[in-house]
């Protein structure tokens, strides 16, 4: 195919990409969104930054038994609404219950697929177990639609890279 004359130069390494296809690897990037502001009610952003048709809300929370676990103490009870014409998408944001000083104390994952209601206006609920529950002075949302789960560069060289939602929230994170 090739001449072994042609290649003495080109490095090894140079050659096996050619060879195999894979010289694409160069153009693989991925690049990670910027972490919104957390609130009670946000507008959820892409993962561009670009707002979506769509909010969600907190829409009450209190500190109570989980009701199949009693024994473990209080947790965090919160109910929460997704609205808005783009709830079709099925976009997912983070929940973190947070101390005065908005430090996350716990987060999950909520997700417009998982909430049920007429015309677009979706509610659900969840409980969030936190160490220190007395500690829990609210629950907020942050914007960052969470819900694509694209390949990376690193899983994936050949169809990975592209834009992807931020790590999620944990914690000790301030938000």
Known sequence: ????????????????LAL????????????????GEAGVRVRVEDVSGQPLDVTAEVVDWRLEPHPQVPSEGDQVYFSY????AGTGS???VDACAVDEERVALGCQTVYSAE????????????????????????VLLIPNDQSYDG???ERDAKDG???????????????
Request: charged fraction near 20%; hydrophobic fraction near 35%; charge should be negative.
């Open 1 to 16: 195919m090739f001449p072994a004359r042609m290649l003495a130069g080109v490095p090894s390494a140079l050659v096996v």
């Open 20 to 35: 195999s296809g894979c010289s694409s690897l160069w153009s693989c990037t991925d690049t990670t969104a910027e972490r």
């Open 81 to 84: 609404r997704f609205g808005g």
């Open 90 to 92: 099925d976009p997912a």
């Open 115 to 138: 909430a049920f209601g007429p015309d677009g206006d979706l509610r659900g609920d969840h409980w969030l177990a936190v160490e220190h529950p007395e500690r829990v002075a609210g």
């Open 151 to 153: 390949p990376t560069c």
């Open 161 to 175: 890279g592209g834009a992807h939602p931020p790590e999620p929230a944990r914690v000790g994170d301030r938000l």
